[in-house]
């Protein structure tokens, strides 16, 4: 039996011989009728109250049944997309690759020749050597540099100069390049720019081809 019953059953039984030993105290010490009737009227549905919760307590209440629905997770669904490959910079990162290589080749040996003979103060010739050597490496690098970047300035020159670079052709002869002569109204001014500062710095019987922007130009050659 459940506490609450025992507690309910027993304030009734309380509660109703409290009222009957009311009745008869009141009875004996003749009490007039009509407030025995009222006390028992204010009373009694107290009594009835607790009666009730009596009868409640007793009635058995279905145990709710707890239902554990099993949640079964839905098959991780597998992307069927495929990553996109990063073949643009693996491309990219063999051009650089090629590139620096083929630079290396091309004028590493050269530039450490020049340098290892080298003697302060230089003579002129020696100025010259290197001022042709700067120049090749800085025309090609940024040839290089316009084409990797996209940039719109980019032509199809410095394409082509820095694809026979990476393949390691030579530039003066497997690249279509421009007959350069000293004419002022044929030939832009920075391949006549280039030609001055150069030629300038040549010393007797001194002569190079090198490339400027897209001209082949022979230095030192009447």
């Known amino acids: 039996m459940k506490k609450s019953t025992i507690l309910f059953l027993t304030s009734t039984i309380l509660s109703i011989v409290a009222l009957v030993f009311a009745v008869y105290y009141s009875l004996l010490s003749a009490v007039p009728t009509l407030a025995i009737v009222v ?22 209440k279905p145990e709710k049944e707890i239902i554990i629905k099993e949640v079964v997770p839905e098959p991780s669904k ?7 490959t990063t073949t643009p910079s693996v491309v990219t990162d063999t051009i650089h690759e090629k ?42 690098t940024m040839d290089y540099l316009l084409v990797v970047n996209n940039d719109p300035n980019a032509l199809k020159r410095n394409r082509e100069i820095t694809n026979a670079v990476v393949e390691g052709k030579d530039i003066l002869n497997d690249v279509e390049l421009k007959e350069f002569f000293f004419f002022f109204s044929s030939v832009q001014q920075k391949v006549l720019i280039i030609n001055d500062i150069l030629s300038s710095q040549l010393a007797a019987k001194q002569s190079f081809d090198i490339p400027v922007f897209g001209y082949k130009v022979e230095l030192g050659k009447k």
């Open 78 to 84: 597998i992307s069927s997309a495929v990553p996109e």
């Open 39 to 60: 006390g028992v009227s204010l009373y009694t549905p107290l009594c009835l109250v607790q009666l009730g919760l009596l009868f409640r307590s007793l009635e058995t």
């Open 99 to 140: 590139w620096s290589k083929a630079m290396y080749d091309m004028f590493a040996e050269k530039w450490t020749e020049i340098f290892s003979n080298a003697t302060y103060p230089a003579d002129k010739a020696t100025r010259a050597e290197i001022s042709v050597e700067l120049w090749k490496i800085a025309s090609l």
